[in-house]
């Protein structure tokens, strides 16, 4: 044994979260161990603590490693008290005397085979021929039904181990879809099927269960009487054994015959077997019961005669299994998050999608493999599953998008606009920031200083640097991405904060170009060059065509400084455009007077509530071109108080306003058109 295995007693502690973190490095022994354990949590107290599909992914590994396994093949609770009769000997008791005893199945109930991908589908499918019945995976509980030659049921049973289960008859009596008679034309029938409860049933008792399966489990097992619980169960029927059958058809004809065709089904030839499946996932969302899967099953019996059973499955069925919860939802854009270490990650940012309880908006796409290997195109639409239930995964593309346009790889590091490397590791190709070191100062630089310049309040560099290694900003148009989904992910972070941070942003998407210019953060285009630019040349157009000429051709601009200006904008041409995006820049105003001895010079403003004329911003960005400052809160050096003529109460600044001018200061408080007259006339 290696050095590294774990206790005994660890692994039947080990909660979900640690199970899925070390998967890679179980043993075999380790993952038998941990299997058992499982297995009993779920079938002998009906309490599992390991998600399905992270028991799935166990299965998966010891499949691998250890495939002849014995706990491969073990199914249901492995405790059976009492020896099993024979089913013929249970009948001849009442239900109520055998209620709860375990009897033998006339034939093994067996589990199913799975898989997880079309390939593994395909290659299951390419052992016979003829069409193939696709279905739901239940998520509840198998049930054995036996009718007598009259058509009366006689009794019911669960799966069990497979070869023994346990009396249910006579709860299976009170569940509503399944008939006490049928017309069984003198012949003796077994009609095997899932109890489950609708979701909206569940939604009456979900105080007390985790979910829908673990309630219909403890229930149709309560043998109190008038366990009014059982009148909510459901009951599909996916199998019948007595007749001769030539197909699976013509079993679901006669089901229905017999009041027992609920279930959703149809026939499919190979080509249609994916797109089946695509089907149920992507109606998953809107069924009223759940399912873990889609199974398919060999139409012709002559077929599945051929194809004969192993003790664990029958080889002629197959459950294509989701991973984790699934669901479909759009691909809104990629984005290449940078990391401290310089790794360029593509993240795809998508239409929020509820699964197992979490709302997922963004899905890390790992590596440049699989990034090119998905095949994604703008706005396709994606399966995202949440692997082992947690970790949020795109699996694949169910429709491609309108024009089956390709993303393109960054040709830049989006964080720090320097070169970028793609480099192979041992888990696959990735492009790096070539400088992460220098990369990840001037990214938290940038991001703060657009932030301030823009004024996003509440984004300090606290919140910017946890955002950052959130991977949710990298670069300054990553704020306007931002969703509250993604910040309340933040720690500390309440749903509060998080939409009060979102309004900001949401306030913040028309800047006046003066702002625009100085929130880029280029060398040399501070707030005073910013504002002659915007003056002098009015357009961002106009601008990022500007050569070193042109600028040094306007007052006050430097060879030196012209030049650093012509290169910072183009350096930062791909933020340009990303911040394009979602930012709408207001063209600038009138060449301003030189700014000493300006028209506002030595004059302060600050504004409150609802501007009507124009944005804060705009209003701002007037005042400090005619050489007045903006400051940001309300003291006894300001000079006014700009209150907008949008409705509202009376704000907080306008109340100290007033205070400070009881006691005596100079300050001013005008009305937006006092302010618009006097701005206006001095134009
Ligand atoms: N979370 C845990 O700790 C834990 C432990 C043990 C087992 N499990 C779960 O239990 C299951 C494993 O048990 P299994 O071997 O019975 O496999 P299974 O439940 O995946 O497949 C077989 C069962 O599928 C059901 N089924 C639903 N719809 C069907 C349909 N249309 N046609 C045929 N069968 C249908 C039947 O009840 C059948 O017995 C897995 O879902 C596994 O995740 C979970
Ligand atoms: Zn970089």
């Known amino acids: 044994m290696s050095a590294s295995t774990t206790p005994a007693s660890d692994l039947q502690t080990l909660d979900a979260a640690a199970v899925n973190a070390r998967l890679p490095s179980f043993t075999a022994d380790e993952l038998e161990a941990l299997i058992r354990r499982a297995n009993k949590e779920y079938w002998d107290h009906h309490a599992p603590t390991l998600p399905d599909t992270l028991y799935d992914q166990l299965v998966e590994r010891l499949k691998r490693v250890r495939p002849d396994a014995a706990v491969l093949d073990e199914m249901g609770p492995q405790s059976a008290e009492a020896p099993a009769m024979d089913a013929e000997e249970a009948l001849q008791l009442a239900p109520e005397q055998r209620f709860g005893a375990a009897v033998r199945h006339q034939r093994p109930m067996l589990s199913l085979e799975k898989c997880y991908n079309e390939t593994d589908l395909q290659s299951w499918a390419g052992k016979f021929s003829g069409d ?13 039904l036996r009718y007598d030659k009259k058509g009366k049921l006689v009794m019911a049973a669960t799966r069990g181990s497979g070869t023994e289960g346990e009396d249910i008859t006579m709860n299976a009596l009170e569940v509503k879809d399944i008939p006490r008679t049928v017309a069984s034309d003198g012949v003796e029938l077994e009609v095997r099927g899932e109890l489950y409860m609708k979701l909206s049933d569940f939604a009456k008792f979900k105080g007390d269960f985790a979910n829908p399966r673990n309630l219909t489990a403890g229930s149709i097992k309560q043998k109190e009487r008038k366990n009014t619980r059982n009148a909510h169960l459901s009951f599909f029927a996916y199998d019948i054994i007595g007749p001769e059958f030539d197909s699976e058809r013509d079993k679901f004809e006669l089901l229905k015959k017999l009041g027992l065709g609920g279930i959703d089904h149809e026939f499919v030839d190979r080509a249609g077997l994916q797109a089946s499946y695509d089907r149920w996932a992507r109606n998953r969302p809107e069924l009223d019961y759940e399912i873990d899967g889609v199974v398919y099953r060999t139409g012709s019996v002559k077929e599945q005669r051929r194809l004969g059973l192993t003790g664990h499955h029958p080889r002629y069925a197959i459950a294509y299994k989701f991973q984790g919860d699934s669901g479909v939802t759009d691909l809104l854009d990629i984005l290449w998050s940078v990391s401290r270490t310089g790794v360029i990650t593509p993240v795809a940012l998508l239409e929020p999608v509820e699964l197992s309880g979490a709302r997922i908006g963004r899905a890390s796409l790992h590596n440049l493999n699989i990034f090119e290997s998905l095949g994604l195109t703008h706005n396709c639409r994606v399966e995202v599953t949440r692997r082992g239930g947690v970790i949020p995964n795109v699996e694949r593309v169910v429709e491609s998008g309108p024009a089956s346009r390709p993303f393109d790889l960054p040709t ?15 888990d696959g190709e990735n492009l790096w920031c070539a400088e992460p070191k220098k990369c990840v100062q001037a990214r938290l630089g940038e991001l703060e200083h657009f932030a301030k310049v823009v004024d996003l309040q509440g984004f300090g560099p606290k919140v910017i640097g946890a955002a950052v290694d959130a991977e949710l900003l990298s670069t300054p148009a990553d704020y306007y991405r931002l969703r509250a989904v993604d910040l309340q992910e933040l720690e500390r972070l309440g749903e509060k904060s ?33 504002l002659l630019l915007a003056g002098e040349f009015r357009t961002l157009e106009r601008i990022r065509e500007l050569t070193q000429a042109d600028l040094t051709a306007v007052r006050g601009i430097k060879d030196a400084i012209a030049d650093a200006i012509v290169h910072g904008l183009a350096a930062r041409a791909e933020l340009i455009d990303a911040l394009l995006e979602f930012v709408t820049v207001l063209p600038g105003e009138a060449a301003p007077a030189p700014v000493e001895g300006a028209a506002l010079s030595g004059k302060s403003f600050v504004f409150t509530g609802t501007l009507e004329a124009f944005t804060r911003e705009v209003a701002q960005a007037r005042v400090q071109a005619l050489g007045g400052e903006v400051p940001s809160g309300v003291t006894k050096a300001l000079s006014f108080l700009v209150v907008g003529a949008g409705r509202g109460a009376k704000s907080s600044k306008q109340k100290k306003a007033e205070e400070l001018i009881a006691a005596g200061a100079p300050l001013k408080i005008l009305s937006e058109e006092e302010f618009l007259a006097m701005v206006g006339s001095l134009e």
């Open 412 to 426: 830049q590091c989006p964080a720090c606009g320097g070169p970028i490397e793609r480099r192979k590791k041992r």
């Open 132 to 144: 193939i019945l696709v279905m739901p995976k239940m998520d509840g509980v198998a049930c054995s």
């Open 498 to 530: 998080a939409q009060n941070l979102i309004d900001q942003i949401e306030a913040h998407r028309e800047l006046p170009l003066a702002v625009f210019l100085q929130a880029l953060g280029i060398e040399h285009l501070g707030k005073q060059n910013a």
